[in-house]
C-alpha cells in the first residue's frame, strides 16, 4: 500500500517520521511559487498542532509592503517567526523543509538565518547562510535596508 501523500510527491514519511523522533518542535519553512511560509508546529497525536504562522504577507502589519520570494523577504519573514516563536514560549526547534532540499545560501538558509538572529536555537553550520552582499540586496533592482526594518520591528515589540 502507497500512501496517497507520498505517491503525489507531498509528503518524504521517512524523514518526516526521523523529525517527529526527536519530540522537538519543528520550525517548517516552505517557499511557494509567489511568496513564504514559515510555521512553528509539535507533534500531537491527533495532528499536527501549529503554533503560528508567518507569511510574506505578514510583513504588511509591520510597515513592508514588499512581497515575494526573494532572499531578503525570507530572512525577514524568518525573523518575524522567531520573535513569535519567542512571544509562544519556544526556545529551541528543529528545520523542517519537506520534499524541497535544503541549499547552502538559499532563500531557506535565509529564513532559517532570520529565526536564529531573533533568538531561537535551531542546530544548524555557520556556512549554510547567504553571504553578506545576497543579504543586502547587492543584486537587486530595489534592495530593501534589511538592518533598519529589523530595528523597526524591535521598537515595535517594546511598544507592544
Known amino acids: 500500500m502507497v500512501f ?3 505517491e503525489a510527491g507531498i509528503t ?21 511559487g509567489k511568496g513564504i511560509i514559515a510555521q512553528v508546529a509539535e507533534y500531537s497525536e491527533i495532528g ?10 505578514t ?8 512581497r515575494g520570494n ?3 523577504i525570507c530572512y525577514l519573514v524568518g ?3 522567531g520573535m513569535e516563536a519567542e512571544k509562544n514560549g519556544v526556545e529551541g ?17 535565509a529564513c532559517l538565518k532570520g529565526f536564529i538572529d531573533a533568538g531561537i536555537e535551531v ?21 530593501i535596508k534589511i538592518s533598519e526594518i529589523v530595528k523597526n520591528f524591535k521598537k515595535m515589540e517594546e511598544k507592544a
Do not use: C, W
Not at 542546530?123 to 534592495?143: A, N, Q, T, W, Y
Open 4 to 6: 496517497k501523500r507520498k
Open 123 to 143: 542546530p544548524h553550520g555557520e556556512d549554510v547562510f547567504p553571504d553578506k552582499k545576497r543579504m543586502d540586496g547587492k543584486h537587486l533592482k530595489s534592495p
Open 79 to 81: 525573523y518575524i517567526a
Open 48 to 57: 499536527d498542532r501549529i503554533l503560528f504562522t508567518v507569511t510574506d504577507k
Open 12 to 32: 518524504d514519511y521517512s524523514k518526516r517520521l526521523k523529525l517527529l523522533k526527536s519530540r522537538e518542535k519543528r520550525f517548517i519553512v516552505r517557499i511557494t
Open 93 to 109: 526547534a528543529v528545520l523542517d523543509t519537506g520534499r524541497r532540499k535544503f541549499r547552502k545560501g538559499g532563500r531557506i538558509a
Open 70 to 72: 526573494n532572499i531578503q
Open 59 to 66: 510583513l504588511a502589519k509591520y510597515g513592508v509592503e514588499i
